[in-house]
């Protein structure tokens, strides 16, 4: 195990997406209470502040890559994790913001932002697996938790 503590380390991290496979993780309480002694949540901003630096065992991670920072951050999570899984649709297939691939992302900015020179994106939403390898996919919007625990 990363922490030689004999417990994996795992981290959670959030790309483009609504939360809502973080929160089905926040939700399963008592689940989660019969894995906690088994594991140690190393990275989970949406749960805590305290991080430990990687590298993790296990990182989950929720979202798809819709900008040029998001594809290079992707790639140093990956890095810094010996098993990657994908948690959900934003992750697993670019979710619902995978919609604006059919259309044009230019004319999108423009109509949503005020200032759209100032908002980075790429072309297309895309799902995690398009830009680093994925060791497991856990799909639906948002998660199973069973599937998870």
Request: hydrophobic fraction near 40%.
């Amino acid at each position: 195990m990363t922490e030689g503590i004999g417990r994996p380390t795992v981290a959670v991290w959030k790309f483009a997406s609504c939360d809502g496979c973080q929160l089905s993780l926040l939700s399963a309480e008592d689940e989660l209470l019969a894995i906690a002694g088994e594991i140690e949540i190393a990275y989970f901003l949406e749960a805590t502040r305290e991080v430990k630096e990687g590298p993790y065992d296990i990182s989950l991670v929720e979202g798809s890559i819709t900008t040029p920072d998001d594809a290079e951050r992707i790639r140093q999570v990956r890095d810094l994790s010996t098993t990657l899984v994908t948690i959900g649709a934003c992750a697993t297939a670019g979710g619902i913001q995978a919609l604006r691939n059919f259309g044009d992302v230019e004319a999108f900015r423009s109509l949503v932002y005020a200032r759209p020179e100032y908002v980075e994106t790429l072309a297309d939403s895309t799902a995690i697996a398009e830009h680093v390898p994925v060791d497991l996919e856990l799909r639906g919007c948002p998660i199973e938790t069973s599937q998870l625990v």
